[in-house]
């Protein structure tokens, strides 16, 4: 009886081989981004264009690639498009993004926080706590300003429209531009290193800001028209943190909000 049940397991597991051969053509063009000849289209996918073309006649006919009848080039055909806008419109960023950020706490074993933007800035919305014990003072509701003064403010204020963070800064760098304390001490100049930082590794970083022994890295993630939805932000004790840019919390923070903008139908990166 356990071997039927066994086995009934592995048939509900099988696939149509042809299926899978057939939407390696789908896969190519989405790669590609751009309608493709059939040679080209056929070695993108690791076929002989003699096997491709039947499958191709195939889509043709549900919708799913249609072919230019001047160029004679294959591209993605309307219930491709059909199919992708309702997939987007069930998508549910917050909850693609509890998912990645829960399994990313329990690799690096630190907190993992979500931040959207709202009101008031950049505001956590979900935090998941690793296994060890980690006593940040930040909780749902939490809202990441001054803009500068952390990881997570610092994605929005690079990655987000001037037209929405260039008042705030404005503001932020008039308030603290003369502060007793250095840490808090704010200018242009400031504000210019922060964002080309921000740009250039595709992350943020703060280093003990805002939380003194806490560091943190932010990584943005984008929705399927390339703005930034969300970010996700690792932080944990200073001595149990690597701060380097290219050390495997930094390259875990970042995979994590890869995979989460590829989950929204993102291209970015």
């Known amino acids: ?3 039927e049940r066994n086995g009934s397991r592995g048939a509900d ?27 080209d289209l056929a070695r993108e996918a690791g076929m002989p264009p003699a096997k491709a073309h ?23 055909g309307p219930f491709s498009l059909q199919m992708g806008l309702t997939a987007l419109h069930g998508l549910d960023p917050l909850k693609a993004a509890t998912i990645e ?16 933007w709202g009101n008031h800035g950049p505001t956590i919305v ?15 509701g939490t809202v990441m300003t001054p803009l500068l003064l952390s990881a997570t403010g610092r994605v929005f204020a690079a ?29 242009r100049r400031h504000v210019d290193e922060i964002v080309a930082e921000v740009r250039q590794h595709g992350m943020a970083r703060a280093v003990g800001n805002p939380i003194p022994g806490i560091n943190a890295f932010s990584a943005p993630v984008f929705d399927s028209s390339g703005n930034l939805a969300l970010a996700i932000t690792a932080m944990g004790p200073a001595d149990a943190f690597d701060p380097s ?17 590829q989950r929204l139908g993102s291209r970015a990166g």
Not at 19 to 29: D, F, K, P, S
Not at 126 to 140: A, D, F, G, L, T
Not at 254 to 259: K, P
Request: charged fraction near 20%; proline fraction near 5%.
């Open 1 to 3: 009886m356990e071997e």
């Open 13 to 39: 597991r099988r696939g149509i081989q042809s299926i899978e051969v057939g939407g390696a053509l789908l896969q190519a063009l989405v790669r590609q981004g751009a309608p493709m000849m059939l040679k």
């Open 54 to 76: 039947p499958y191709l006649v195939s889509f043709g006919k549900l919708g799913l690639i249609e072919q230019d009848p001047l160029t004679g080039r294959y591209g993605l």
């Open 101 to 116: 950020a829960a399994g990313l706490a329990d690799e690096i074993e630190l907190n993992v926080a979500i931040a959207v």
């Open 126 to 140: 979900r935090i998941e706590e690793s296994s060890k014990q980690i006593h940040v003072n930040m909780r749902p």
């Open 159 to 187: 990655l987000l429209p001037a037209r929405i963070t260039r008042p705030i800064l404005e503001k932020e760098v008039a308030q603290f531009a003369a502060s007793p304390q250095a840490a808090l001490r704010l200018s």
């Open 245 to 261: 840019w290219e050390g495997e919390t930094a390259h875990k923070v970042r995979a994590c909000a890869a995979a989460v903008s």
